[in-house]
């Protein structure tokens, strides 16, 4: 039997040992561990990654989307949408802003909120629309776009699951008023701790944050406003600089392991993640659909395969979203998909016989016959 992991982290870090311990040395020999050359080297080499003018560095995906819409103007009281299928922190950071998230039910083949639902839900207290680039795959932002300019309304987007994807021949964190990547270790772009950053062409915006995760400052003692301690550490920013460099290489290795596992698959009861051919999907996650889900899994575990479910229960219905009776109402398609979605092994690293193994697996399960 092999044991196939979710990530795969050790195995990246030993192909790039030199580099990464060598990164972490200068840190530690320059004892420049606050803010400083790392933080700003790597916010310029990322931005230039984003094709945006300013990126800044911040402590997590949470801070930065938590910043992102202070700095957007987003107030007590204000309405953000958002989609119900995404991590917590997506809503979490509105609440934070005292702010409500207002939910739009998805469209299942894209998992994201569905673009002609969001009219729907806007009012006279919408401030914002916060898409989110769930499992790598870029939202369609033309029609979020278009109808943020129609109705004064910012766009803040989740990207923690998307670097380095593309829409419309645009890099996502150059689309719309700010980006918010995070630098979990799991992540495309993964720190070896928690990090995050906000991409954005605004000056303005920039500035505010920058301000906002060093305790309202601009300098030593001068503190304008009630900030935060949420700075990007200048050792993450160090190991972020490396990895940065391999990113497109190992975007294009899980696109290929996308494109293995769908060949392997098409045909099947497994519903397939849809790509329109003007994105690129960097698939954080290997996203498929299918009934009796927990069953697979269970199945796939016996047979050392680790998968995820993400998200196994839509924000609505988490207990902290629920109690606040924020918005009590159902959204049907996301809750029949996180009934039925599972998500493969995803890594730059795996093998095309770790993927033969996994669809093997599944397709043996598919032709067992089981009781109902
Ligand atoms: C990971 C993630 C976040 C939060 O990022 P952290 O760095 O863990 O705070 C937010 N939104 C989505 C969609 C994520 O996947």
């Not at 980006?179 to 605004?202: E, H, I, Q, R």
């Not at 500035?207 to 406003?225: A, P, T, V, Y």
């Not at 900030?227 to 460099?245: C, N, P, S, T």
């Not at 016989?353 to 598919?366: C, E, F, G, N």
């Amino acid at each position: 039997m092999q044991t196939i992991p979710f990530v795969d982290l050790k195995t990246q870090y030993r192909n790039h040992e030199l580099e990464i311990d060598a990164a972490i040395q200068r840190v530690i020999d320059n004892t420049s561990f606050i803010l400083g050359q790392e933080v700003e080297a790597f916010e310029a080499e990322f931005a230039d990654y984003c094709d945006a003018n300013f990126a800044v560095g911040v402590a997590s995906g949470t801070a930065a989307l938590h910043l992102a819409l202070l700095a957007c103007g987003i107030e007590a009281g204000d309405e953000v949408i958002t989609s119900p299928l995404t991590f917590a922190a997506t809503a979490e950071a509105i609440c934070h802003c005292g702010a409500i998230p207002i939910f739009v039910d998805i469209d299942p083949a894209t998992y994201h909120m569905h673009p002609e639902r969001i009219p729907e839900a806007i009012t006279e207290r919408t401030k914002a629309i916060l898409p989110v680039h769930l499992y790598g795959q870029p939202v369609d932002m033309d029609p979020i776009l278009q109808m943020a300019r129609e109705h004064g309304l910012k766009v803040v987007e989740d990207a923690a699951q998307a670097h380095g994807a593309e829409y419309k021949q645009h890099r996502v964190g150059a689309i719309g008023d700010a980006t918010c990547f995070s630098f979990y270790p799991g992540k495309n772009l993964g720190a070896y701790g928690d990090g995050g950053a906000v991409a954005t062409d605004s000056e303005a915006i920039a500035e505010r944050i920058r301000m906002l995760r060093n305790h309202g400052r601009k300098s030593k003692f001068d503190h304008l406003e009630v900030g935060f301690g949420e700075r990007l550490d200048a050792l993450q920013a160090a190991i972020l600089r490396v990895k940065l460099r391999y990113l497109d290489e190992w975007n294009d290795s899980r696109i290929a392991h996308a494109r293995r596992y769908c060949q392997l698959l098409r045909g099947t009861a497994a519903g397939l993640p849809e790509t329109p051919p003007e994105v690129r999907h960097v698939y954080h996650l290997f996203v498929i659909r299918i009934q009796g889900r927990d069953d697979l899994r269970t199945q796939l575990k016996s047979q050392g395969i680790s998968t995820g479910i993400h998200y196994p229960i839509p924000v609505h219905k988490l207990p902290a979203y629920h109690a606040q009776g924020l918005q009590d109402d159902s959204f049907p398609l996301a809750e029949r998909a996180a009934e039925e979605i599972i998500s493969l092994p995803m890594f730059p690293e795996l093998e095309d016989a770790q993927i033969r193994y996994v669809t093997d697996h599944i397709l043996r399960w598919m032709d067992a016959p089981r009781g109902a």
